[in-house]
C-alpha cells in the first residue's frame, strides 16, 4: 500500500492534466520499450529469461516495437481526431528502445535522457525509468512483459502511474493494457484527466520453473496504472 503522501500524489493527478486557463491538455511522458520481449515464447522456449540467444537461432522475431508502433499511431489518431488541443513532452530511451517509434508516429517533442550502447538489457530500462523520475514525468508507458514490468516498477514504485503495452508471453501484471489499442485510449484518459488510478499487483512467472513444469508465479510489488 501506498504512503499517505502517495495517496495525496495520486489524489493530484487524478484532477487531470487540462489546464482551466488555457483548455490545452499537457503531460510529461516517459516512454520504453524493452526490444526482445517475447522472443522466447514465441518459439516454444516459454518465455526470453536468459535464452535470447537461442531464441534468435530458432528465427524468432522481435515484435515489441511493432506493438509499440501500433499504440503510438493510435494515440495519434485519437490526438488528431480531439477537440482538446494536446501537448505531450516525451522523455525516452535511446534508438530501438523508443526513440526511434516516438518518431515514426509523428512525434517530434522527444527527449532522450538515457542513451543505450550495444545489446540492451534490463539495466537500460531501470536507468530510463530513474531520469524519468529525476524529470517529474507523470505517467510512465513501457512496452513488455511482466519481466518489463517489474524493472520499471522496481524503480518508479508507486510514485508515478504505471501503463504496459503488452508484448511479452507473460502478462499477469495489473499495469498492461488488453492490446496497443486500448493501452493509446487509457494514456489519452489520463492526458484529459478522465481515468482514476488504481494499486494493482506486479507479478512474474519464475520462467526457468516454468521450463521445468512448476507453476511458479511471484507477488513483487504494487503499482498505480490509470483505470
Excluded at 521450463?211 to 504494487?222: M, N, P
Aim: hydrophobic letters at 40%.
Amino acid at each position: 500500500m501506498h504512503t499517505d503522501d502517495q495517496k495525496a500524489e495520486v489524489e493530484h493527478k487524478k484532477a487531470g492534466n487540462i489546464s482551466a486557463s488555457t483548455g490545452v491538455a499537457r503531460c510529461r511522458v516517459g516512454f520504453v520499450i524493452n526490444p526482445i520481449a517475447g522472443l522466447g515464447g514465441r518459439v516454444g522456449l516459454k518465455g526470453t529469461d536468459n535464452v535470447v540467444a537461442k531464441a534468435l537461432a530458432r528465427g524468432a522475431k522481435a515484435t515489441a516495437n511493432l506493438r509499440a508502433g501500433q499504440m503510438l499511431d493510435e494515440l495519434m489518431r485519437l490526438i488528431a481526431a480531439s477537440k482538446v488541443t494536446v501537448d505531450i513532452s516525451w522523455l525516452t530511451c535511446s534508438g530501438e528502445m523508443g526513440a526511434d517509434r516516438l518518431r515514426a508516429a509523428g512525434f517530434t517533442n522527444v527527449e532522450i535522457v538515457h542513451e543505450a550502447s550495444g545489446v540492451t538489457n534490463a539495466e537500460d530500462t531501470k536507468t530510463t525509468v530513474q531520469r524519468f523520475l529525476e524529470y517529474g514525468v507523470d505517467l510512465i508507458v513501457f512496452c513488455g512483459g511482466d519481466g518489463s514490468a517489474c524493472d520499471v516498477t522496481k524503480v518508479c514504485g508507486c510514485k508515478v502511474p504505471v501503463i504496459g503495452v503488452p508484448a511479452g508471453v507473460k502478462m499477469f501484471s495489473g499495469v498492461f493494457g488488453v492490446n496497443p489499442n486500448r493501452c493509446a485510449e487509457l494514456v489519452f484518459g489520463f492526458l484529459k484527466g478522465t481515468l482514476s488510478l488504481n494499486e494493482v499487483d506486479i507479478l512474474d512467472l519464475d520462467e526457468e520453473r516454468y521450463r521445468s513444469g512448476e507453476w511458479s508465479v511471484r507477488l513483487h510489488r504494487s503499482a498505480l496504472t490509470p483505470y
